[in-house]
């Protein structure tokens, strides 16, 4: 049975909701939670995302950005950014950051849906592309607005959104280990967006820190 056409009509469903949401949100009330600006004559917000801004368009659902990188996370990665992006508008909260890492096992809710089945991250994918190369690891992130992290044998520190950090560490191979990569989390994460956009924040992070053939 092919369920594709099923889940296209619920991913519609889902980002039409959304923006029915945010639209009926106090724009005042939405930057100051998320760290956003909000434009009154063009009835627009931007937010950073992966450090570049990203103008989000209520009337008329629009989510763009005028940055080169921006085609990769807006269009070809928009599975994974459009929901989140409006979700994180919708449930950001005002608070600090814990600074404490934390594991998606470890989440409270539905932690198990990281680590199983088709939800599984592709972490072997990063580790498996520099496995190596801790330099080009951490000049991707960078990139992408990532800050160098003493962790591991190289970490980059992304902020996909400005109130939810991720952290990415590479552990290069050996001659007794693959390669293996984590992510993390800082513990405030569950307070700031539902599960399953945190799944695709997650998803978003690991997919801009893949090499890819066109760089």
């Given amino acids: 049975m092919n369920r594709e056409p099923l889940r296209r009509t619920m991913d519609m469903q889902a980002e039409d909701h959304a923006w029915n ?3 009926g949100l106090d724009p005042g009330d939405v930057c ?9 004559s063009a009835g627009t917000y931007a937010v950073s995302v992966f450090d570049m801004p990203v103008t989000v368009a209520p009337a008329a659902r629009t989510v763009s950005g005028t940055r080169p990188d ?3 996370i807006l269009k070809r990665m928009a599975y994974f950014s459009r929901l989140s992006i409006l979700h994180y508008l919708i449930a950001a909260q005002d608070f600090p950051l814990a600074g404490r890492l934390v594991g998606p096992a470890d989440l409270m809710a539905g932690g198990e849906f990281y680590t199983a089945g088709s939800h599984r991250l592709p972490l072997h994918a990063v580790a498996a592309g520099y496995a190596r190369d ?3 690891f951490l000049m991707r992130g960078i990139r992408f ?4 992290r003493p962790h591991g044998d190289a970490a980059v520190e992304l902020l996909p959104f400005p109130r939810l950090p991720v952290t990415i560490i590479l552990w290069l191979e050996n001659d007794e280990f693959t390669a293996r990569a984590d992510l993390l989390f ?3 994460c569950e307070r700031q967006v539902p599960p399953d ?12 820190m893949r090499p890819s053939p066109a760089g």
């Fill in 70 to 72: 921006s085609e990769l």
């Fill in 21 to 23: 949401l945010l639209a």
């Fill in 197 to 208: 956009i945190l799944w695709s924040i997650a998803m978003l992070c690991l997919g801009v």
């Fill in 186 to 188: 800082d513990a405030t």
């Fill in 145 to 148: 607005g990532g800050k160098p």
């Fill in 134 to 136: 801790a330099k080009e």
């Fill in 32 to 40: 100051v939670r998320s760290l956003s600006t909000f434009d009154p």
